[in-house]
């Protein structure tokens, strides 16, 4: 049996996801909760702290407890020709745990395959880093144009001077459809037009020939290997970086 606090805290996030509480509106004081029955002054506090920790609230001394926003201020949505890249939500939790939790696509990547909690933990991080000012973090979700589920992901994270680095990844049962050509595109073009960056990286595992192909088909070029680049299922494994610059880029 889950200890009080837990069942509190759970019940209380599903309130938050339903909508029953609005972004900005303050939750229950602990002291009308404790006087409602729902535990002792500790057992609140520990099941306001667990919301706290998911990125559900935040804590505002003196004045309660205060509900975030469930997502970026300014949401991105690219549409490609085949795909559409959106903003992740709490219930692509299944759709992630496809593509992060199996090994096919994860030996490719720079991290092991990963459980459910751990996609939970991936999709709040997400989320919590999206809502970050300035964002220096473009993780969305890569879906077909006619179905909003997801089938992979897209990643430009910002490092240097007006500089980025490129992922992605798709599910395996969609593999050789296009769709990471499609969605690294949208996503490079967006980085270039809209944030203004100079230049794009990726660094590829040398054996990931499918994930090579797909940068050289979008014009990057072969820069050198990176050694021991990163360390993934149980050893150093050496990337090949390729790059773009926006004057290169076929729009």
Known sequence: MAPKWRELADRLAAQIHRGDFATGQRLPHIRDLVAAGEGSKATVHAAYKALEAQGLVTSSRGHGTIVRPHGPARPIHLVGKQVVLREFTRDDVTDVLAIIGDDAVTTWLSFDSRDRVQAVAMIEGTLERARQEPRTEFYLGVTKRDDDRVIGFARIGLSGVQAGKLGYAIT???????????????????????????????AIGPDNTASVAVVQQLGFTREGVLRDHVFTNGAWRDSVLFSVLADEWSW
């Open 172 to 202: 395996p049962k969609e593999w050789g459809r296009g769709y990471a050509t499609d969605a690294a595109h949208a996503l490079v073009t967006y980085a270039f037009r809209e944030l203004g960056l100079h230049r794009v990286s990726a």
